[in-house]
């Protein structure tokens, strides 16, 4: 499901929603959970990710760090100033081997860090231990 096919989605329950401005991952990502019990978001954008929130998203947040607009930690600089962290897990994609120290602030927001390319078997068992944590 993506807000740009449909501004007007229902967003209940626990979910995984995917945030990232590279299709090839967006599409990646929906087909290896595309048989799961909880329904796939797909975020293009960091402000697609906050629409989300605001419709009442809680779950697993995949987010890539480096997108245009708000990045990913611009992203969860905001989703904390609008307190909604509440009943999320949140884990960055990122190329990179080692995180960013300039923001060591944020960190506390970030359950893991994924890098890319990921092995699709190792994701799908993070997510679903992620899910079973918030459940």
Do not use: N
Not at 55 to 79: A, H, N, R, S
């Amino acid at each position: 499901m993506s807000l740009s096919d449909d501004p007007e989605i229902s967003v209940s329950g626990l979910g995984l929603m995917v945030v990232d401005d590279d299709e090839d991952i967006l599409f990646t990502v929906q087909s290896l959970f595309k048989k799961s019990p909880f329904p796939v978001y797909l975020a293009h954008s960091g402000q697609e990710c906050l629409s989300y929130l605001d419709q009442g998203f809680k779950g697993v947040i995949l987010m890539d760090i480096m997108m245009p607009g708000l990045d990913g930690w611009e992203t969860i600089q905001e989703i904390v100033k609008r307190d909604k962290m509440h009943d999320l897990i949140i884990s960055m994609f990122t190329a990179k081997d080692v995180p960013d120290t300039t923001l060591d602030h944020l960190k506390e927001y970030v359950f893991d860090y994924i890098t890319k390319p990921f092995e699709p078997e190792k994701l799908i068992a993070l997510v679903d231990d992620y899910l079973t944590l918030l459940d």
